[in-house]
């Protein structure tokens, strides 16, 4: 185990320091076939978007300029369809049974789960935690069906968010269901449900009424979560009310991958008409933040914010949720 790894921001951690023991352990791994199965699974519950022309971006003195979430421009994405929630447990757990798919945590061995979430019994058995980010440690046996390791079970979570699902694992999915992952224009454009420029996708102010919007970390990070939202961790992919076009958890959950290759500075000459990120990078942008978000560490459940992982890389506050042409 080569714990060297790359913390990134945002209660995240990249597996590219890890590089050099992928190709040891992925001869276990099955790509899953590039043909959709007869009937694409859920494919009833997409939501149909007209597309057009939205602001995208945020001069937010919340913000984090040195992410690339300004300045704000008009951009306009096509018709497309999304799905209103994340991938759940049960939906990759289809894909897994009718594929026989392994994920890359899987074939690693290894993944990144949040410490207080850990067992005692696991974590005795954990040798390495990420350097400036000890609160992630590298649990052995940690999958999308062990999300706190071998010890643990989604059995009573078939409809929370599938977890510890790298880039790679969340586009062998779209390719199975018949459908992608969204760009990152898309993305933001569903995440505002309609609304201009606002924060978050209800409105500016993050609890404008007495019940929480969405799943972040209420309390200390990260010795303590209050968890006054009803979640310490995932929360069920129907969780809160919807934004204004229908879509669950577009703030807070966990982390969504999109489709781009992330740059802090390329859509300031990128395309307006349906931009699709630079042609090559070294980590795929990644939206929404997730419930270990918190304004005082990680302030990234704003719809305009960004953050970015390597494509092999999972961690227990990481999922998806996919998109479909129109």
Partial sequence: MNEQVKPSCCGSTSRSAAQNEKTAHMDGRREAPASPPSVSYAADRMIYLA???????????????????????????????????????????????ATGYKTEAEAFGWSFVFHLFISPET?????????????????????????????????????????????????????????????????????????VQKRYPWGDLLKPGTDHLCNIWQGKFPEKNNSSDGYAGTAPVHSF?????????????????????????????APRFNPKGPGQGQARVMRGGSYLCHKSY???????????????????????????DA
Avoid at 51 to 73: A, C, I, N, S, Y
Avoid at 245 to 267: I, K, Q, R
């Fill in 241 to 269: 009310p919807p934004n204004g076009f229908g879509l669950y958890n577009m703030s807070g959950n966990v982390w969504e991958w999109c489709a781009d290759w992330f740059s802090p500075t390329w859509h300031q000459t």
């Fill in 123 to 195: 974590a005795a058995r954990v040798k390495h935690v990420v350097q400036g980010s000890p609160w992630w440690w590298n649990v052995e046996g940690a999958d999308w069906a062990h999300p706190e390791g071998p010890d643990s079970s989604i059995e009573e979570r078939l409809d929370h968010p599938v977890i510890h699902i790298s880039w790679n694992d969340a586009n062998a999915y779209c390719r199975w269901a018949g459908k992608r992952l969204p760009t990152e224009a898309e993305w933001e454009f569903a995440a505002r449900g309609g609304l």
């Fill in 298 to 324: 990680c302030n990234r459940y704003r719809v305009a914010a960004r953050s970015s992982n390597t494509p092999d890389s999972s961690s227990g506050n990481m999922g998806f949720r996919c998109v479909a």
């Fill in 51 to 97: 597309g057009g022309e939205f602001l995208m971006g945020t001069d937010d003195r919340e913000g984090f300029p040195q992410d690339g979430e300004g300045p704000v421009r008009a951009v306009t994405v096509s018709p497309f369809y999304i799905d209103p929630y994340t991938v759940s447990n049960a939906d990759f757990r289809e894909f897994v049974m």
